[in-house]
Nanobody
Framework: VDLVQSGGRVVRPGDSLTLSCASS????????MGWFRQIQGKEREFVAG????????YYTDDTKGRFTVSRIQAENTLYLRMNNLKPEDTAVYFC????????????????WGQGTQVTVSS
């Protein structure tokens, strides 16, 4: 499965931004799609995710209330809406597919998007 991302750019603190992730293949109800971010020299960390079938969403304490993950099943496309962005949100953002369901551990994911840079700076 190829995951193609778009949407990263430079924004100012307090701005909003939406990332997208399109799958080349159909996604199934048992799949889990996650958004991760990575800063150079650090491990890839989970920020949000969604069960493809039920739409149940998951966030971290840092992203809950600011980020919203959603999907359009018919288009096999995943989104991450990020509001009130902070400089510490600056990172490369990745979408990932976990065929086995919900998990926040990056190494357990089966496919990854190419990554997109989000920079929050005044």
């Amino acid at each position: 499965v190829d995951l193609v991302q778009s949407g990263g750019r430079v924004v100012r603190p307090g701005d909003s931004l939406t990332l997208s992730c399109a799958s080349s293949a159909r996604l199934y109800s048992s799949h889990f799609m996650g958004w991760f971010r990575q800063i150079q020299g650090k491990e890839r960390e989970f920020v949000a995710g969604i069960r493809w079938g039920t739409g149940k969403t998951y966030y971290t304490d840092d992203t809950k209330g600011r980020f919203t993950v959603s999907r359009i099943q018919a288009e096999n496309t995943l989104y991450l809406r990020m509001n009130n962005l902070k400089p510490e949100d600056t990172a490369v953002y990745f979408c990932g597919l976990n065929r086995n369901g919900y998990d926040t551990t990056a190494r357990l994911y089966n496919s990854w998007g190419q990554g997109t840079q989000v920079t929050v700076s005044s």
